[in-house]
């Protein structure tokens, strides 16, 4: 054994035998490299049609056609794919307060990324019908393309099935359901899990219940199955018993909107192809689709999988966010007629602060419930949070409006309300994260904290949540927001 005092002495030849070797790994590794690269130009040039990139991983720049810097995926509206936003305000505190400690939870869970709906999938396969249809044109450009837009030589074609979960959606639950089981050993809990009767959803449920539980999830705990129709009733989908409502309650408004940003970037976009496709007659409607393609190719196959994504300025990017906002706040949120969107809410209200006001000694101490986007952006609007003063379908777009469907409701999105043991006077507090991130509960009406916490009796006594809390299902206040026959005043 070496003294540990004796100096290093250098095996000069073996030093110099290691260092030939290096070079000539490093010669070898450039020469592959380089043959790698000239195949794949005679590839590409041989084969047009050739996808190099098809069921590879991939991952392209995430910006669009004029910032290189600017995060896209974070501003597919409801369509996004998971992320962390910012605290709402920024200026909350990340975490729990000092000396508190979280004694109980209730989740609801949106489902994960998912497939189109078949009324979406048919604006995207409208465009691809265009494409193949002029497939001569798109092979064979008549000057340089725009890089972006070099994918069109080799042909495009639309590829996705109908509403199913896809395989970044069954990620975002399974690490979910391991993230918390870590985050929370405290919380372990063996209870029923609650899923709306949607196959994405309970597919969702059971992807978390692998993350949590492990492989013996169905053996640990229940999956119950909350039946998704008009006469069910759920706080999941409370807008499934409500006769007024209705899935196109927001298209005038979305159709206002589509009428002032689509017509713009399809002028745009025929002019930069005018030159390499002359005659090329791309409508708003194909605009539509490929921003559906970039936020669904995305959705099926990760974050850099669709070239649509890149083809856009970034202030198209954030006219369609706008697009989507208005669509999920008018039909399950603040543009709902009347008083319906904290009326339909209310029963998420109802079920949270019934199950964290009951006593900590209570054996369930977390709640695991799976729904949708409209379930979490009816909770927001029942609780008065997320609230602009005016949102007009027509814009101008406020920058720094509250609602962003993007940040409370993507795929995989999630509201986790904790209660809270504190020291002090205000010994139980409750705290709302949404995504991870710190949400003021302040807006109800309670007085909140640099975290956004407030006293759980604070907040229990406040006037958004006794509103909520004193509705039920089948009562006048709910029939004024649902009967049919109800007028507006």
């Known amino acids: 054994m070496m003294d540990e005092k004796q100096p290093f002495q250098v095996d000069r030849d073996a030093h110099n035998r ?34 190099l990139t098809a069921g590879s991983n991939m991952i392209l720049p995430a910006a669009t056609v004029d910032d290189k810097s600017f995060q896209l995926y974070r501003h597919l509206g409801h369509r996004s794919p998971f992320f962390v936003p910012p605290n709402t305000p920024k200026s909350l505190k990340s975490g729990e307060p000092p000396g508190c400690s979280i004694s109980k939870a209730f989740l609801i869970h949106r489902h994960g990324s998912r ?65 918390l089981r870590l985050h929370h050993p405290e919380l372990y809990t063996e209870a029923d899990v609650l899923a709306a009767d949607e196959d994405r ?19 640990t705990a229940d999956l119950r199955i909350v039946g998704e129709n008009n006469e069910t009733v759920s706080w999941i989908t409370p807008h499934k018993t409500c006769e007024r409502w209705s899935d196109d309650v927001a298209d005038d408004a979305v159709a206002r909107w589509q009428a002032v940003y689509l017509p713009p970037i399809a002028k745009r976009v025929n002019a930069v192809l005018a030159g390499a496709y002359p005659g090329v ?45 208005l669509r999920m706040r008018g039909f399950s949120g603040y543009g709902l007629p009347g008083d319906m969107g904290a009326v339909l809410g209310s029963m998420l209200v109802g079920n949270v602060t019934d199950f964290l006001r009951r006593d900590e000694d209570d054996t369930e101490k977390f709640s695991f419930n799976f729904g949708h986007d409209k379930t979490i952006a009816l909770g927001l609007t029942a609780l008065g949070l997320a609230a602009d003063k005016s949102y007009p379908p027509a814009g101008p777009v406020d920058p720094h409006r509250s609602w962003r469907a993007g940040r409370q409701m993507p795929f995989g999105g999630y509201m986790l309300f904790k209660r809270l043991e504190c020291g002090g006077k ?10 991870g991130a710190s949400f003021d509960v302040g807006p109800t009406g309670c007085r909140s904290d640099k975290y956004g916490s407030c006293a759980l009796e604070d907040f229990l006594s406040s006037n958004r949540v006794q509103a909520a809390i004193n509705v039920k299902h089948g009562d006048e206040r709910w029939k004024q927001a649902c009967s049919p026959d109800e007028e507006e005043n």
């Open 18 to 51: 290691a260092s030939r070797q290096r070079n000539g790994s490093r010669r070898w590794s450039l020469a592959i490299l380089l043959g790698c690269l000239i195949a794949t130009s005679f590839l590409v040039s041989r084969f047009p049609g050739l996808d």
């Open 115 to 179: 497939y189109p709906h078949a009324e979406e999938l048919d604006v995207i396969q409208d465009l691809s019908s265009y494409i193949s249809n002029n497939s001569a044109l798109f092979a064979n450009p008549r000057a340089k393309l725009p890089g972006a837009w070099s994918f069109l030589v080799r042909g495009w074609a639309a590829n996705f099935r109908v509403d199913d979960l896809t395989a970044p959606g069954r990620k975002q639950l399974f690490d979910r359901g391991v993230a």
């Open 201 to 219: 959803v309970i597919e969702s449920a059971r992807w978390f219940m692998d993350g949590y539980y492990g492989r013996d999830g169905n053996a």
């Open 281 to 325: 007659r791309f409508t708003a409607a194909h605009v539509q689709a490929m921003l559906f393609d970039c936020a669904y190719g995305t959705s099926a196959r990760g974050i850099g999988s669709s070239p649509w994504c890149g083809v856009f300025r970034r202030a198209e990017i954030l006219d369609s966010e706008y697009e989507s906002d």
């Open 426 to 435: 205000e010994k139980i507090r409750i705290q709302l994260t949404v995504n």
